[in-house]
């Protein structure tokens, strides 16, 4: 039974592929094999523990052998500007951890006598303070980086209650997910959506223009986060003493060389990622192209490069140490969305969903769609529902005729919105293998944010449409 289980999925994939090939005669020849591809591809990432990026590479060399692209074609992919701008940003925060930057702020921010006395201000601190490195670092390093210093907070606090203790460690895994829509580096799915706009449509965003939408939706959603867990804490009424997050700030050394250098190449590089948008602004002509691939890896390489007190940041064995199969993964799914666009699936698929929708208004579709998202993604990789999703979305906003990039943005934030369930995201993960969160308490406040969030975003998102597109 347990090989049959084990098997049913594996088996799944040809066979649906079989039937499609088969069974319908209305796709032309390439359409029908790249579909046939496709869905062996999806039900793999859905419903098997094959790693998603040997998924990707099969998918990818089965589109080559059926000759539906050339070889260099789909390989490109592979070295897309915005897979070096993800490496790029592993790299930084590989650093900031390494030098030991990351503790050094959270303490000093943590220690600050605002906190002093109040559990309200000392989660909003917490909170902001794992949204800010979510930012900028995966949401998987930040929450196990954060968990030690609030198990520490806890701890001090002597709080008995389990509920309580649940709510808080929930707040603090569900901060790290909103954190990461802020940037084009904070979340998978925002990559995925920037490299697909760029390849199906040409249609290029820079860093600070997704910063400039993305932030305030975070923002809001942060808020709303912060006014929810304080509502459900206010019947445990404590006082704080942060005295023993002072001691352990003052127990740290002076600000290193290593940790000034780091802090340096990172303000550079973020200051070079926005440089072009603000050069547009003013007005001033740039005669130079700082992608942000290209500045991200040229600033990062210097991590490697000068040595601070004989050793250097980043040796060759860290490498070992970044996500290279995210990477791969990328790769193949700016591969697949680029073939569903180019074979004309995606707008097939587009128009099947306006046969479905027709006559809603904009903003129910906004709703279902990203409350559809939302909710599929509690079960699935975020990452797959990306890839399977977003291409779509793109040829669909055409035929709505409204802002690709808007409604993808929207998207590929509701890809990192799943709350409910331990398995929904890697944060979620952490906190609930503490054995001090309730599985039935994060399903209530993550069922609750799912349904919040998806009016928010469609809110937002459709203000965004009228207003600006």
Known sequence: ?????????????????????????????????????????????????????????????????????????????????????????????????????????????????????????????????????????????????MLPLVLGVLHSLE???????????????????????????????????????????????????????????????LGILILLTKFQLKKYPHSFDNQFLKDEYEKLSPLSLKEKYTLGIFLLTVFFWMLPSLLKLLAIKNTFNFNPGAVGVFFASFLFITPINKDKILIASDIKNIDWSSLMLFGSGLAFGKLLFDLGLAQLAGDFIIYLIAGLPLLAIFIIIFGFVIFSTELTSNTATANIIIP?????????????????????????????????????????GTEKVSKVDMAKLGFGLNLIFTLALALVVYSYQKILN
């Open 159 to 221: 709080i008995k209650s389990r509920k309580e203790v649940s709510l808080i460690l929930i707040s603090i895994a569900f901060a790290s997910s909103i954190g990461g829509i802020s940037t084009p580096i904070g979340s998978t799915p925002n990559i995925i959506a920037l490299g697909l706009l760029q390849e199906t449509i040409q249609l290029k965003i820079s860093f600070l223009e997704w910063i400039v939408y993305a932030f305030p939706i975070a923002l809001l959603f």
């Open 1 to 145: 039974m347990q090989q049959l289980k084990r098997l049913g999925p594996i088996l799944l994939g040809p066979l649906l592929s079989l039937i499609i090939f088969l069974g319908v005669d209305t796709l032309e020849l390439a359409q029908k094999q790249f579909l046939s591809v496709f869905v062996i591809v999806v039900v793999y990432w859905l419903f098997t523990n094959i790693p998603l990026y040997i998924t990707g590479f099969m998918g990818v060399g089965a589109a080559i052998m059926l000759n539906l692209a050339p070889a260099a074609t789909i390989f490109a992919n592979f070295g897309h500007p915005i897979i070096f701008l993800f490496l790029a940003g592993f790299l930084l925060a590989l650093a900031f951890q390494k030098v030991g930057l990351d503790r050094r702020i959270s303490l000093y921010l943590l220690s600050r006598n605002f906190i002093k006395g109040s559990l309200s201000r000392l989660l909003l601190t917490l909170m902001a303070l794992t949204a800010f490195f979510t930012m900028w670092i995966s949401n998987t390093a930040t929450t196990a980086m």
């Open 392 to 432: 779509i979305m793109i040829s669909l906003a055409g035929s709505l005729n409204i802002s690709p990039f808007f409604f993808s943005m929207g998207v590929a934030m509701a890809c990192s919105l799943a709350f409910m369930l331990p398995v929904a995201t890697p944060p979620n993960a952490i906190v609930y």
